[in-house]
């Protein structure tokens, strides 16, 4: 079984070297400690969720909250390429956060939660920031329950016409429609750049949104036979990505 991961500060992790001896503490070390009960000798890793990571041993233990790492191995992770992004509709409920811990394990590299017009959820004042906080929280945490050393970055609410740019800009921008002409699997992928695959809400992407897409260059693809939900349509089409990309291989 690979070695937990706790998450740490950049800084704390710049210009650590094998042999270096680098403290845990706060509530992740609290967490190694009281929760997952490691003891020197046990193997962890620690990383600052932007590509770098700190393989090593439990060497001492402090207190209840806090323990010393042995550094065997240091890696820095260099940014994907190509980049999945997803724009999630909002879903119902907690299928966000669903689509967002599944999406992480799965490998996309950034989400954008995407207040399209069909949606029934609303992100407004404080009840936005907490479902915000709440996306990223679970990013964060299913970021190291996979291993990940980059977590995917979960930027702020946008609205349909604040996503034109992006697509505009993308080395491939794909409308996931279940009337697309063209199979995603099928799609011309670039080398590099972003990818940004659109997720319409239960109830579909509507009209005027395809004509807004489109005229920012993004075409509709289908995914496949069936119809898959707003919360897992994401998961599939960046799979599918990775694997065609070669990132899994």
């Known amino acids: 079984m690979t070695a937990p991961v706790f998450v740490v500060e950049s800084a704390v992790l710049a210009g650590v070297a094998p042999g270096a001896t680098v403290r845990l503490d706060g509530p992740e070390g609290r967490h190694a400690v009281a929760v997952k009960r490691l003891e020197a000798g046990e193997a962890v890793t620690l990383a600052d969720g ?32 190509p980049r999945i992004v997803v724009v999630q509709a909002l879903p119902k409920g907690d299928r966000g956060e669903v689509a967002v ?39 964060r945490e299913a970021g190291k329950q996979s291993r990940r050393l980059r977590f995917p970055e979960v930027r702020e609410l946008m609205t349909t016409r604040q996503l034109a740019p992006l697509l505009a800009q993308a080395a491939l921008a794909a409308v996931l429609h279940e009337e697309g002409a063209e199979p995603l699997a099928a799609a011309a ?39 898959l939900r707003t919360s897992t349509a994401g998961v599939a089409a960046g799979a599918l990505l990775l694997g065609r990309t070669g990132r899994w291989s």
């Open 50 to 81: 932007q590509g770098r990571g700190v393989y090593g041993t439990v060497s001492a233990v402090h207190g209840k909250d806090a323990l010393d790492v042995a550094v065997a191995e240091v890696r820095d992770e260099p940014q994907p390429s």
């Open 101 to 139: 811990e599944t999406m992480t394990e799965v490998g996309v590299d950034v989400v954008i939660p995407w207040a399209a017009s069909r949606c029934i959820t609303q992100w407004k004042g404080e009840r936005g920031a907490k479902a915000l906080a709440k996306w990223r929280a679970t990013a």
């Open 189 to 227: 992928l670039p080398p590099g750049g972003d990818i940004v695959l659109v997720v319409g809400p239960e109830g579909g992407v509507a009209p005027e949104e395809l004509a807004a897409f489109a005229e920012a260059g993004a075409r509709p693809y289908r995914l496949g036979p069936s119809v």
